[in-house]
């Protein structure tokens, strides 16, 4: 009779996949081992192998659940009755607190997506487009002139661009934590798509 999943199989995962993920985005897809892998989870090459086949599955969990997360971020924004600018505010918001604990995986999707099969590459791919695309959205929302000149989803990836780069060197316990980042990104951003659309419409006339 097959052992059943002991209860605490898909925390085991997680916690799996988050040091995978550290290890991936400081040494890459190809420089690290299951024994690596293993070690640096505290657990037996064997047992890893009873949560994942190979590290090839893992990259695929590492690059697919960090977009899925995004992508469920979204619906959970836009599910929320908001005028136009407070849900942009809040998308900001959400997106910074999630790079804020997945850096590590993000940098494994920018990375290493180049390692995966042209199809689970292409579907992760897809996912990203529809992140990006409901971001740009909502620029386009509070700022339509951007829209008509067809620059929304390049300030979206300037946006993405900016978060990505700033856990690069943001520590937490220094003058700001990450709510008065958040905060300062916030602001930041809606300052600036201000004056682009004022720049914009000024051409225009």
């Known amino acids: 009779m097959p052992r059943g999943r002991a209860a605490r199989f898909p925390q085991q995962q997680q916690a799996i996949l ?17 024994n690596e892998l293993a070690a640096a989870a505290g657990i037996s090459k064997a ?14 969990a590492i690059a697919e659940g960090h977009i899925d997360r995004l992508t469920a971020l979204v619906e959970e924004v836009h599910a929320q009755p908001q005028a136009a600018e407070a849900r942009l505010r809040r998308l900001i918001a959400r997106f910074v607190e999630e790079y804020a604990h997945a850096h590590a995986h993000h940098q494994v999707l920018v990375q290493d997506i180049k390692y995966l099969d042209d199809d689970d590459e292409q579907r992760i791919r897809a996912k990203e487009r529809t992140v990006v695309s409901a971001f740009a959205q909502a620029i386009a929302a509070v700022h339509p002139a951007l829209a008509v000149t067809k620059i929304e989803k390049p300030l979206a990836m300037l946006f993405f661009g900016m978060i ?12 700001l934590d990450y709510d008065d980042m958040s905060r300062l990104v916030t602001d930041f951003v809606i300052g600036g798509l201000q004056r682009v659309e004022g720049a914009t419409e000024a051409d225009q006339e």
Do not use: C, I
């Open 18 to 34: 988050q040091h995978a993920a550290r290890l991936f985005a400081s040494r890459g897809f190809p420089g690290t081992s299951m």
């Open 47 to 60: 047992l890893l192998y009873h949560y994942y086949e190979d590290k090839y599955q893992l990259l695929v």
């Open 164 to 175: 990505n780069w700033m856990f690069t060197w943001f520590r937490e316990g220094g003058a």
